[in-house]
Nanobody
């Protein structure tokens, strides 16, 4: 089992920034990718960004690639998502997810473990 603990969500005005964290623990030896997804009310869960934990480039959804930055701390099995220039349409619950794929894949069904989610609310 892999446990994922997210933190860092909150309420921010449009144009502001937030930093999300996701710490992985447990049997992480088979976890090769950590990614972020988000789900707005009434909508399906969508890929945001992901990064391989042991080398390789990050991958972003088109809607966020110029505003969000994903980074990793291999020593702590932790990934961060820096959210910049936030917009009201970024409002959602953000979930961290772990996969044993060695490259980032944007499909929810490829992820075996999920965090509990953290709310990000952007006011206009």
């Amino acid at each position: 089992q892999v446990q994922l603990l997210e933190s860092g969500g909150g309420l921010v005005q449009a144009g502001g920034s937030l930093r999300l964290s996701c710490a992985a623990s447990g049997r992480t030896f088979n976890t090769h990718t950590l990614s972020w997804f988000r789900q707005a009310p009434g909508k399906e869960r969508m890929f945001v960004a992901g990064v391989p934990l042991r080398g390789g480039n990050p991958y972003y959804a088109e809607a966020v690639k110029d505003r969000f930055i994903i980074s990793r701390d291999n020593s702590r099995d932790t990934v961060y998502l820096q959210l910049n220039n936030l917009k009201p349409e970024d409002t959602a619950v953000y979930y961290c997810a772990a996969s044993n794929y060695v490259v980032v894949v944007p499909n929810t069904e490829k992820y075996d473990y999920w965090g509990q989610g953290t709310q990000v609310t952007v006011s206009s």
